[in-house]
């Protein structure tokens, strides 16, 4: 069973534009939900996270808006630049012994053409 | 190093053959986890340990794969006779359990580019 699910697949946006990456989860006990950001030949490292006590949150131009009800959550990237584009990883993970590990979506490659 | 540091960063090998990957974590990190993403695609979890506890070992493909973490640091993944679709990146990642086990960054290495011919 597939625990996160991220959609779109791959996603194109023109310079100035809003991309936005959703995210769906199964299992109430996660608590804690990050956003990775991956460069070609390279790992993923952390953009953003939330926990389930606040609906939203900002760093920059980067927003997650969090959905506890609906169990989605998705990022928001405003005024979008070619540097953008990459790999988005939306990941979610508890602290009881069953689901304490981190659980990936698939993925979402994103291009901003200039 | 202040990262994860993993080697080597790529590795050629013909089928049939046995290759080990080596990952650093971030030293104090209890958590080690192990990744492969194949070209374009997304991150399979392969295993994960988190201190004195038992691996989790569910996302081994094959009994053609192990893992083991020395003293709670270095971690080596080793795959054995080694098939052309193994080929892929070997990511690993560490980070650290927060006070009141509240969940602590993963950090990543670069990856180890595994090719099979």
């Known amino acids: 069973q597939q625990q996160v699910k991220q959609s779109p697949q791959s996603l194109i946006v023109q310079k100035g534009g809003i991309s936005i990456i959703n995210c769906a989860y199964e299992?109430?006990?996660?608590?804690?939900f990050p956003w990775y950001q991956q460069f070609p030949g390279k790992g993923p490292a952390l953009l953003i996270a939330?926990?389930?006590?606040?609906s939203e949150k900002k760093e920059g131009r980067f927003t997650i808006s969090f959905n506890k009800s609906a169990k989605q959550f998705s990022l928001h990237i405003m005024d979008s630049q070619p540097g953008d584009s990459a790999t988005y990883f939306c990941?979610?993970?508890?602290?009881?012994?069953?689901?304490?590990?981190?659980?990936f979506g698939s993925g979402t490659k994103l291009n901003v053409k200039p | 190093g202040a990262g994860v540091s993993q080697s080597p960063s790529n590795k050629v090998t013909e089928k049939g053959k046995d290759v080990e990957l080596r990952c650093d974590p971030i030293?104090?990190?209890?958590?080690l986890y192990w990744y492969r993403q194949s070209l374009g695609q997304g991150l399979e979890f392969l295993i994960y340990?988190?201190?004195?506890?038992?691996?989790?070992k569910s996302g081994l493909p094959s009994d053609r794969f192990s893992a083991e973490r020395t003293g709670g640091s270095v971690s080596t993944l080793t795959i054995q006779r080694t098939q052309q679709e193994d080929s892929a990146v070997y990511l690993c990642?560490?980070?650290?359990?927060?006070?009141?086990?509240?969940?602590?960054?993963?950090?990543f290495g670069e990856g180890s580019r595994l090719t099979v011919l």
């Open positions: 990642a560490s980070s650290l359990r927060l006070q009141g086990a509240r969940t602590g960054e993963l950090f």
């Open positions: 299992n109430t006990a996660f608590d804690y």
């Open positions: 939330i926990r389930p006590d606040v």
């Open positions: 990941a979610a993970k508890g602290t009881n012994i069953h689901f304490n590990k981190f659980y």
């Open positions: 030293s104090g990190h209890t958590a």
């Open positions: 340990f988190q201190g004195n506890s038992a691996p989790d």
